[in-house]
Structure formats: structure tokens, C-alpha cells
């Protein structure tokens, strides 16, 4: 653990070096570097005198100060920066001790007539990245729009899989951060945090912003108090695209396919209901027990599998005569794409036994429909305002049919599941952000967002039918009332934020900085659902039944009692959960350069935390309260030792949290095909302490070479766990008193070959993490803690962290070629890799389960052919590996899910007026 007296000890080091080391500074220049027609700081620029040796570079608010031995007279300033003109400037001393001096630097590739390129594209270059992660105190990750577009990543989600130590679940939504998953990660839009989608998670699915939207992703693997202290693995923060420029209007036109749907292109199933828009308005019928009136059918539909997307984007910026601007940009796009996959999947006992043995087909189709509005209003250097809107519509229907073994039900082989999930989705954000430089030493950052969210699943449906033995012919199934049903599910969430930051220069030469602030969160979620289960009598159950028409059996004329019944889960009451989050923390900063080469950033942070559920639910019906209240105190510490002009040395520490979600501490019961999961209200938070060392060294403006070592340790953390009952229910427990994770990640950017005077380039980018991840498990602290009701028998006393893999690798080779100043073409190979990683951990004698790791290779190809037509090709998963988990097992290792993604070409057409 941590001892965070060492933190006094390191302050009381900082400031004796600072002591020895302080001596007069009385002469030297200080400035702030502006783009000029955005009047946007830029952090990076490289600032020189000219003709000596004395340099620096300017700080995330663009500023920099450089002290100088004595007056000279005349000096010339240098500023350069990729992507701009360099910029000279000449300055005297002789009448002063420090000048100040004002830079502004134009765009390299347009004028100030006509802009071809917006000014914030080039802030977001790869070049330009690493020129601020170089110069910032902070230890922060970025990838932006320029190598998304060059790895052809489509969303925010697939972007996180390329950065070092971040990997992402097939199939699934979920990040996970050096080994960590959901519940130890935190996601912000802007520096604002936003609500979760899907009640079984913490955070939004990232796949719900596509890079049209998306100017960088950032990823913060050390904590500073700035962010929320509910963080372990990592904060991701999104920050949406803006425009500064003449005018622009960009179409774009798209298709894919996928290999496994073409091989079923005349046989691809969906349920009625879903639209292909993603739009749907239908939900918990009238009267549902009186009498058969769901609106949807049964009967499987037939669609065929057409791809395509559309996008329509625009900018516009407006100039006015007391020198203030307006910038405005908006985003409108569709994208619809189907999947379907074939394999097996199984549930075995602790011995190997079958328990339900499948061989599985899913159908699947997803739309994602977005709107963003950006509104930017630069009053002058000092002020500036910005709006941004942000509505997402996102669908996601299945159609799964399970056929095989089924214990106790169809144990001939002949059990048929049919299983249609259709979910939808809509986001609205709502933000509105200021920065203020009141002084020469004060400026104010602040922030207020509101945000709404409702997630719907209209009508799910789950019908069993097998072969009987004796009748020999496919009749309905059912051992619980459960196993044929209809269900409905709502969520609602609100959530309000405000942050607010005040910084204080300190000394004449931009010495350092004091900051105070605020970040309030109040939240509030309403979660329903209601299940409507067929309950088949026997003269039902002898029903000859035609698995593509339910609908002759299950209807208004065949509701009877002698045929089937419908019973809700408690009558036509839903089960119900509110949650309420308030959380108000205050927090103060300090940065100082302490010598030439060493800064030290040290913060603390406090948080006033309440949660509150209020459950109304089939295990307590009586309206149970659950509230939670803990205060925090977190302290953090960051330092930046500059090794020389190309490298530095970082050191960061941590104290944080992690919270329990709302429906994990209430006690709900949710019903999956093979598992059911129960809320526990004796969960509670676990303590972090982040330890990090990072150096890094920068060999060009497009080069980079970092090595980190990381290491965590989580009191009390928490898992998702089968509990010791005879229906293997699963529950979130604080399985032990401590876990650990450490390791090491490298990144590397590098260019190969530059040929044809720089219009030629071969570059190599790669990363790779190797991590280990360890757990206590302690069945009699979960039932000191927990009660019998919760009682557990774990397999083994120790395990890694689910969603860990022990190695992950991404690696690129790009090239591209320049001509003619408008035309160029750029083609990237791409190869990702993740070792096996834990699903979940063994019960009862089961072993664990566990997914084989697999490799992913990608081709990407982009062709500029003038400054207004543009097309892209894409071929990804070209190795079309098996996605595979198996079982531990004395006997072996067990394969309990396997199938193929299929291998999927796109093709885009973009045309810019």
C-alpha cells in the first residue's frame, strides 16, 4: 500500500532542491502564442532566441517566459509549431527588465482569404499532439482525427483499442484500462461528465461516438485532481469537433459487408416490430393480463441486409467589426450495419457436465443516427463562449436461436431457444462552457451541462420449443413459467454538472500556478421492468409448433385457461429502482517550477458523496431505501523532470475511489438466457492507491519512444460472483480485502523512410502492455459482511481481474504520398493482439472461464484525388480469427463459446463543396 506520508516527505525534497537551486531572475521575456484567426492558445509551440542557447515551450494556455542572463538589447523570438509559419519577432530590454510578447501564427497550409483547412485540424494532428503531451504537466494520452482517420477507426470505443494498455470486449461495449474494467473508469464529453445508457453499466457505450464527432479522445491513466475521484483504471475524455474557418460543406456516402451475412444474404432473420431507422414508439401493452395484446408477433421476419451510411457535414464562421467571431459547425449522420455470427455455446458443470449445450445463430442489425451543434463566440483573446448540442439515437436488435441440449427439458438434443432483444437508446447533451483571462495572473475556466438519457427495450421475447419423444414433433417447453415470456424494460436518467476552476500565475516569469475549483454532479435515474410470462398448460404443451409461426399458437383466440395463462412478476406491477447521486467537490492545485528542469504539481481534492436507491421489487416489495454517504479526501502528486529538450521523467501517485452503481446495491433481479443477477445493498465503495513512472523521449516532431510502470492497489474490490444456490445466481460482493495490478506499457511512433523532398513518407507506430493483475478471494469475509443470503464458494482463493489480459499489443504501417497540394493517398496496415483474459471467476468447483486471446489484422486505404473528392477503402479482420472462452476443468480446458466475426470491406465516397 501507498503510505501517503511519503507524499510530505516529497514535498519537503521539492522544496529544499528548490531552495539550493533558487537564484535572481531579473531580466527575460514571457509571452502567450495565439492561432490568430481562432484566437485559440496553443500548447507545444517551441519558443527560441535566436542565436543562443536559451529555449522553452509554451504551456497548455499557450503561454511561456524565458529568463535571460543580462540586457542585451535587441533579441529575436522564434516560435515554430507543425503545421504554422514560423513566426520571428524582435524585443529590446534596455527599458525594461521582462517584456512581454504576443505571438500569432498562421496556418501553413491556407491564408487568411481562403481556408481550406480548419485551424482546429491542425491542433489535432498526430505532430501536434505529442508537441503538447511533451510540454503539459499532466500525464495525459491523446489520439486524434488524423490518425483515426489514417487506422480507420469509426467510433470512440475502437479508438480506445488502439492506445496502450486499453483493450475492448468483442462484441461487447466495455473498456477495460490496464486490466479494468466498467466500474473502475470514468467518461467525460468536454471535461463534463455524462450519463450511463445501459443500467448494468457505469459508463456510456463509447461506440455511441462516431469520429465524425470526435476531435481527440483523451486518456488520463493518472489522477489529478482536477477529475472526479471516483477512478482507478482511467478517465476517458471525448472532446466533440469545432470549426474555425470561410465555410465548409462535406457529404459522405457509405457501404460495407461482411462476409458470414453474404453467406446468408436470402436468409436473414430479425423479430417484427424494429424499424430500420432505429425508431420505434411501441411498449408494455393495455390490460396485458385480460387478455393477449402484444402488438408485436412472434414470427421471425425476413429483411435483407442492406449497408450504407450517410453523413452531411458544415461549418461557418462569421467575423464582426469589433473583432469578435462566431464559429459554427454541425454534424448529421446515419449508419446502419448488420452481423451475424454461428457457433457453440454451452453452460457445464463443475465436472464438464452439460448443463445447456448449443450450437448458436445470432442475427443482428445496429443504426447509430447523430446530430451535434457546436456554437463557439470568441468575444476577443480574453473571452470566449461555446455551445454544444449533442443527440444521439442508437438500436441495437438480435435474434439468437439456441439449438441443442437443454438438462431436464430437452435432453434428446432437440431444445430450440429463440431469444429477440431489441434495445434503443437516446442521448442528449446539452453543455455551455467560458474562459475568462481576467488578468496577466488570473483566468477562469467553467462549465455547465445538462444531460438525458432514456434506454429502451420494447418487448423482448423468449419462446422454448423441443422435439417430444413421443408425439415426435416440436411442442412448446417449459419447466419454470420464466422460460416463455414477454418483457419490457425503461430507463430515464437526468444528470446536471457544473465545474468551475480559477487559476493564479505565480511570479513574473511564469513560475507556476495555484488553482481552485469546484465540480457538482446531481443525478437522478427512474429503472422499470415487467415481464409477462406464458404459462403453457398441458393441452398447450401437446401443440404441434411451427418455430416461424408462434403466432398460430400464441394469440387472442388460443388465450385460454386450458391453453396458457399470463402472469406478470408481481401482477401488473413492474419492478422499480430510483436512484439518486449528489456529489460536490471542492479542490486545490499547485504547480511550480522548481528548477529549470524539475516541476512539481501536488493537489487535494475533497468529495461530499450521497447515493440513494429506492427499490420496489419482486425480493422486496415493500418500497426498501438504500442510501450511501462517504467523504473523501484525496491527495495526489505529479512531477515532470525534463532530462533534456527531447525527454522527460514523470512520477505520479494517487489516492481515489470506486464507487458501487446504483443497481448493484439494489436488491433486483434480472433474468438472462443463462444466468439471473441479484443486487446486493451491502455492496460498498473500494480504495485506490495509483502509482505511476513514466519516461519518454521525443526524437522528432513525429516521433515518439515512452516506457511506463504502473502499479495500483484496490482495497476491497469488488466482482460480479456466482453465489452457492441451487440456481447459481449471480451478485456483486467485495470478494476480499485487497487486489493488486502492476506493469509495464510502451509505445512507439517512428518514421522509416521520407523521400520525394517530404511528399513521401513510411512510418510505424505500435504500443504494447504487459500487466498482472491479482485478487484475494475470501468466502468467509463475504459472509461476515453479506448475510447467508449471499453466501459463496469460490474455486480457487486467488484470481486476476476479469476483462484483464496479461499482454496487449497494436501495431501500424502507414505510408503516404503527396502531390500536386491537394491530392494525396495514405494506406495503413494494422494489427491488434490481446492475450487470454478471465470472464469470470470459478464456483462451486467450477473452473474458471476464461477468452482466448486472438490477433486482428486491418487494411486501410484513403484517396484524396483533389480538394473535393475523396474515396476510402477498408478490409478489417482479414485473419478472421475464432473468438473462443473455455472452462478450466481437471480434465482440461472446455470450449463453452466459439464463433467468427467474418471478415467486412467498406467502401465511402466524400465530396467537399
Do not use: C
Amino acid at each position: 500500500m501507498i503510505k501517503f506520508s511519503y507524499y510530505v516527505a516529497l514535498v519537503v525534497a521539492l522544496v529544499a532542491i528548490q531552495v539550493v537551486s533558487a537564484k535572481a531572475q531579473q531580466f527575460g521575456v514571457k509571452g502567450k502564442v495565439l492561432d490568430i484567426e481562432t484566437y485559440q492558445p496553443i500548447s507545444g509551440v517551441s519558443i527560441k532566441i535566436a542565436n543562443t542557447q536559451y529555449a522553452t515551450s509554451t504551456d497548455n494556455a499557450g503561454e511561456f517566459s524565458i529568463t535571460l542572463p543580462e540586457k542585451q538589447g535587441e533579441y529575436t523570438l522564434v516560435s515554430t509549431f507543425v503545421g504554422y509559419n514560423t513566426d520571428s519577432t524582435a524585443f529590446s530590454l534596455e527599458q525594461k527588465e521582462w517584456e512581454f510578447v504576443p505571438v500569432v501564427l498562421v496556418n501553413a497550409n491556407s491564408t487568411l482569404e481562403e481556408v481550406v483547412i480548419t485551424r482546429r485540424r491542425e491542433h489535432i494532428s498526430e505532430a501536434a499532439l505529442l508537441a503538447e503531451r511533451k510540454a503539459s504537466n499532466l500525464m495525459v494520452e491523446k489520439i486524434g482525427a488524423q490518425e483515426l482517420s489514417r487506422k480507420g477507426v469509426g467510433d470512440a470505443a475502437s479508438a480506445l483499442a488502439k492506445m496502450s494498455g486499453v483493450s475492448r470486449i468483442e462484441g461487447t461495449s466495455q473498456v477495460y484500462v490496464r486490466g479494468l474494467g466498467d466500474r473502475y473508469n470514468t467518461t467525460s464529453l468536454n471535461g463534463l461528465p455524462i450519463p450511463s445508457n445501459d443500467p448494468e453499466r457505469k459508463n456510456i457505450d463509447l461506440d455511441l461516438f462516431t469520429t465524425d464527432i470526435v476531435e481527440y479522445v483523451a486518456v488520463d491513466k493518472v489522477y489529478s485532481n482536477y477529475m472526479s475521484g471516483d477512478f482507478a483504471g482511467g478517465n476517458v475524455d471525448i472532446a466533440s469537433k469545432r470549426y474555425s474557418g470561410d465555410g465548409m460543406l462535406e457529404v459522405t456516402l457509405g457501404s460495407n459487408m461482411n462476409t458470414n451475412v453474404l453467406g446468408q444474404w436470402d436468409n436473414f432473420y430479425l423479430q417484427q416490430g424494429p424499424t430500420r431507422s432505429g425508431f420505434v414508439n411501441y411498449g408494455v401493452p393495455n390490460d396485458p393480463l385480460g387478455g393477449y395484446n402484444f402488438q408485436n408477433s412472434l414470427n421471425p421476419k425476413k429483411q435483407t441486409p442492406l449497408f450504407g451510411n450517410i453523413g452531411l457535414r458544415g461549418g461557418k464562421s462569421f467575423s464582426f467589426f469589433d473583432g469578435s467571431r462566431l464559429n459554427l459547425f454541425a454534424v448529421a449522420n446515419f449508419t446502419g450495419d448488420y452481423n451475424y455470427r454461428e457457433g457453440v455455446n454451452r453452460q457445464l458443470s463443475s465436472g464438464g457436465e452439460q448443463l445447456k449445450d448449443f450450437d448458436q445463430i445470432r442475427y443482428e442489425y445496429t443504426t447509430n443516427s447523430t446530430g451535434m451543434f457546436n456554437a463557439e463566440y470568441v468575444l476577443n483573446p480574453s473571452h470566449r463562449f461555446s455551445y454544444n448540442f449533442l443527440f444521439v439515437n442508437s438500436s441495437d436488435q438480435s435474434a439468437d436461436h439456441y439449438y441443442g441440449f437443454i438438462r431436464d427439458m430437452a435432453e434428446n438434443g432437440s431444445g430450440m431457444v429463440q431469444r429477440n432483444t431489441f434495445r434503443q437508446t437516446k442521448l442528449f447533451v446539452n453543455q455551455l462552457l467560458g474562459n475568462h483571462v481576467l488578468t496577466e495572473k488570473i483566468d477562469v475556466d467553467w462549465g455547465i451541462s445538462y444531460n438525458n438519457v432514456v434506454s429502451r427495450m420494447p418487448d423482448r421475447t423468449q419462446n422454448i420449443t423441443r422435439i417430444d419423444d413421443q408425439l415426435e414433433y416440436r411442442v412448446l417447453a417449459q419447466n419454470q413459467q420464466a422460460d416463455n415470456h414477454h418483457y419490457f424494460q425503461d430507463l430515464t436518467e437526468n444528470e446536471v454538472a457544473f465545474n468551475v476552476a480559477a487559476h493564479y500565475k505565480l511570479g513574473d516569469d511564469n513560475q507556476g500556478r495555484i488553482s481552485l475549483g469546484y465540480n457538482g454532479k446531481i443525478k437522478d435515474r427512474d429503472f422499470e421492468d415487467i415481464q409477462f410470462n406464458f404459462n403453457i398448460k398441458e393441452p398447450g404443451r401437446q401443440w404441434e409448433i411451427n418455430p416461424n409461426n408462434l403466432d398460430a399458437f400464441f394469440n387472442p383466440y388460443n388465450f385460454h385457461p386450458d391453453l396458457f395463462e399470463i402472469h406478470g412478476f408481481r401482477s401488473t406491477l413492474p419492478q422499480t429502482y430510483e436512484g439518486k447521486q449528489n456529489i460536490h467537490a471542492v479542490f486545490a492545485n499547485g504547480e511550480y517550477k522548481l528548477t529549470d528542469k524539475l516541476t512539481g504539481m501536488l493537489g487535494l481534492r475533497y468529495e461530499n458523496i450521497m447515493q440513494s436507491i429506492h427499490y420496489s421489487t419482486v425480493l422486496a416489495d415493500s418500497g426498501t431505501p438504500n442510501t450511501f454517504k462517504r467523504n473523501s479526501f484525496l491527495p495526489n502528486i505529479i512531477l515532470k523532470y525534463e532530462l533534456d529538450e527531447k525527454q522527460n521523467l514523470r512520477f505520479g501517485a494517487s489516492k481515489t475511489y470506486t464507487m458501487p452503481q446504483f443497481k448493484e446495491r439494489a436488491r433486483f433481479e434480472y433474468m438472462d438466457v443463462t444466468e439471473t443477477r441479484i443486487g446486493n445493498p451491502d455492496l460498498y465503495a473500494s480504495e485506490d492507491y495509483n502509482l505511476d513512472i513514466k519516461w519518454e523521449m521525443f526524437p522528432r516532431s513525429s516521433e515518439l519512444l515512452s516506457v511506463t510502470a504502473f502499479g495500483k492497489y484496490i482495497k476491497d474490490p469488488m466482482n460480479q460472483v456466482t453465489l452457492a444456490s441451487s440456481s447459481n445466481d449471480v451478485s456483486y460482493l467485495n470478494t476480499g480485502d485487497y487486489g493488486t495490478v502492476y506493469g509495464v506499457e510502451i509505445e512507439v511512433k517512428k518514421d522509416l523512410f521520407s523521400f520525394d523532398n517530404g511528399d513521401s513518407k513510411l512510418s510505424v507506430g505500435g504500443n504494447a502492455a504487459y500487466m498482472k493483475t491479482d485478487q484475494e478471494l475470501d468466502a468467509d469475509k463475504v459472509r461476515k459482511e453479506n448475510g447467508s443470503a449471499y453466501n459463496v464458494s469460490l474455486t480457487h482463493d486467488q484470481a486476476s481481474f476479469t476483462g484483464a489480459s496479461d499482454f496487449l499489443m497494436n501495431a501500424d504501417l502507414s505510408y503516404i504520398k503527396k502531390w500536386n497540394n491537394e491530392s494525396d493517398i495514405m494506406a495503413t496496415v494494422l494489427y491488434n493482439h490481446f492475450s487470454d483474459r478471465l470472464y469470470s471467476l470459478g464456483s462451486q468447483g467450477r473452473g474458471n472461464q476464461l477468452d482466448k486471446g486472438v490477433g486482428t489484422l486491418d487494411f486501410i486505404l484513403k484517396y484524396k484525388i483533389n480538394r473535393h473528392f475523396g474515396v476510402d477503402l477498408g478490409a478489417r479482420n482479414l485473419l478472421d480469427p475464432t473468438y473462443e472462452r473455455f472452462q478450466e476443468s481437471a480434465n482440461g480446458p472446455l470450449t463453452v463459446l466459439s464463433y467468427k466475426r467474418g471478415v467486412r470491406f467498406s467502401l465511402g465516397v466524400k465530396y467537399i463543396l
